[in-house]
């Protein structure tokens, strides 16, 4: 490698990017208009800008105090001054991550739970590039399994970060959105798996692997697999490259699962609670009156007070997620007996998912807590925390809930809005108060994971088929038309967007999960809706 070779390359790959770009992300109508081209090339090219190698120490509290099991009341208090013992906090490390990064100017370090959500369009890009940043998260993962749901590396990084959010602690969680990365990843590598695509033989797949090129390895024996086309797709072009893959990181990615049942698990049994597993329940520690972070949905409003007894849908849900990703991992890899022990998991928590935490009275999903009289009961406060079975796929396509669901999607008065869903309902008493961070303003993500979920009940048959596919048309829309809109008119993506006029609001030049409008661009117009019998009779007739 010569400066002369670099700057060749880079202008090579400059003047090929709008072609391989408009190829990987094909931009489906209304947004086929040449309009938006700068506006998908530019969200898209600054969020791969945004990846990084970063490398330092970390402040960790490992004194494991009491106070951090949070098992008696008042425990959010009891845990505050525990952090603020002058011995609590220690650097750890240096350690190292290669990451995507939410914003270069304001966040520009790694985020455990935005991160599988950047990944998702830099996969459709370059997918082995994306197994490689997977990997590098994963091998944060310390003896028990925890990976800091914030990176902030070294002391340049921590001079961006209010020292009250320094500390990182190994009983806090964040929501494992690599899981949809992993699952995709399978998805597609079972499309690749075609006699007639390219392969490359397990023997020269090993000299590949360390880093032997010498003359032996002709340019005949790599095949296609070193061109600038095929090189992003290698582990899905070869079937022993993708497992020996898979299994170099599920001992670290089995860990991380099981240390989240484990730290993160709620009380059933001792409440009384009604339901199919007495295991299947889960509560996401570090909570205060005002806000829980660790779930990413800061100060969406939960139980008041915090109590021991909670049980949170939207953590069961992101549980059972990872469970269905883990189960197809284990499977692919040949290790059936987990495979066996997550099949039993996934169908406990499926059934829990309604035991616990449908309510019919308020006709959605909530949280649970404990009342004044030991009686467990539902919070409803409606918004993305009561649609998240629904938003990771846990609700069946047959389901009366899923009706309920698309019915509080698309109703004006809670969630729906002309610029996308908003994180809380109109109606709840607590919208738009306080922080107002998650309490109303549309967030790209969940409206990204609502579109997805949209597209799929709307594809197969089912009673509510109509009305996913009805809602996923206008909702595509109303997102990328106001991302859109606001970047043609403040030249910036933005962290959220105002649910009364649209706006974009707090962080600026904010690429990181708000660049998914160009993945959504290229989903399909419309869901095709397959006649009811009834059609087909009277088509005959």
């Known amino acids: 490698m010569t400066s002369e070779i670099l700057t060749e390359t880079i202008k090579s790959v ?56 949070e098992e008696n009341e008042g425990f959010w208090e009891d845990a505050a001054e525990a952090q603020k013992r002058p011995y609590a906090a220690k650097l750890e490390g240096p350690t190292e991550l290669f990451s995507s990064i939410p914003s270069r100017p304001f966040f520009p370090r790694g985020f ?26 994963l091998s944060l993962a310390d003896d028990d399994g ?42 597609k590598l079972e499309e690749f798996q075609d006699p007639g695509k390219f392969h490359v033989t397990p023997a020269v797949f090993n000299r590949i692997l360390t880093g032997i090129t010498d003359e032996t390895l002709s340019q005949e024996s790599f095949g296609n697999m070193f061109s600038s ?25 089995r860990r991380h699962y099981f240390w989240y049942r484990k730290t993160q698990s709620g009380e059933i049994r001792t409440w009384d609670r009604e ?34 007894g909670e049980l949170h849908v939207d ?38 998912v309604d035991d616990l935490h449908w309510s019919d009275e308020h006709g959605t999903y909530c949280d649970a807590t404990i ?11 409606k918004g993305y925390i009561s649609i998240f079975p629904f938003l990771v796929g ?82 595509r829309i109303n997102v990328v038309e106001n991302v859109y809109r606001e970047w043609e008119t403040t030249g910036y993506a933005w962290e959220q967007y105002d649910s009364d006029t649209g706006k974009g609001q707090r962080t600026a030049h904010f690429l990181g999960w708000t660049s998914l409008v160009v993945k959504i661009m290229s989903m399909p117009e419309n869901v095709a809706v397959a006649p009811t019998p009834e059609a087909g009779i009277k088509d005959e007739l």
């Open 14 to 69: 400059s003047l090929s990017f709008p072609k391989r770009f408009e190829k990987i992300f094909p931009r489906e109508a209304p947004f086929s208009a040449s309009k938006y081209t700068k506006f998908a090339r530019s969200l898209f090219s600054n969020l791969l800008g945004g990846i990084g190698y970063f490398h330092g120490t970390s402040v960790v509290d490992r004194t494991y105090a009491t106070e951090y099991e």
């Open 394 to 475: 846990l609700v069946n396509k047959d389901s009366d809930k899923l009706g309920k669901v698309l019915d509080l999607i698309e109703d004006p008065e809670h969630l729906w809005s002309d610029y996308g869903l908003r994180s809380l309902s109109k109606s709840d008493e607590y919208f738009g108060t306080g922080e107002n961070y998650w309490k109303g303003p549309v967030w790209i993500n969940i409206n990204y994971l609502a579109i997805q979920r949209l597209q799929e009940y709307g594809s197969v048959s089912g009673p509510h088929q109509a009305q996913a596919a009805r809602i996923y048309t206008k909702l």
């Open 112 to 137: 455990l739970w935005d991160e599988g959500f950047h990944l998702i369009p830099i996969s459709e890009w370059d997918m082995d590039l994306t197994l490689e940043i997977v990997k590098s998260w």
């Open 315 to 352: 953590l069961l849900s992101w549980v059972g997620m990872m469970t269905r990703c883990i189960k197809r991992i284990a499977a692919k890899i040949g290790e059936m007996e987990d495979a066996a022990e997550f099949d039993e998991f996934d169908y406990a928590i499926t059934k829990n």
């Open 229 to 253: 086309a095929d090189l992003p797709t290698a582990h899905l072009r070869n079937p022993e490259a993708a497992l020996q893959y898979l299994r170099s990181i599920y001992p670290l990615l």
């Open 371 to 381: 009342d004044y009289y030991d009686e467990s009961v539902h919070v409803c406060h």
């Open 146 to 187: 925890w990976i800091g749901r914030e990176q902030i590396l070294g002391d340049e990084a921590r001079t961006k970060v209010p020292s009250e959010f320094q500390t990182q602690y190994p009983h806090y969680a964040n929501p494992p959105t690599l899981f949809f990365i992993l699952t995709k990843f399978i998805d």
């Open 275 to 308: 339901a199919y597993s007495m295991k299947e329940g889960y509560r996401w520690r570090g909570r205060t009156p005002e806000h829980c972070l660790t779930s990413g949905l800061d100060d969406y409003p939960r139980a008041r007070p915090p109590h021991t």
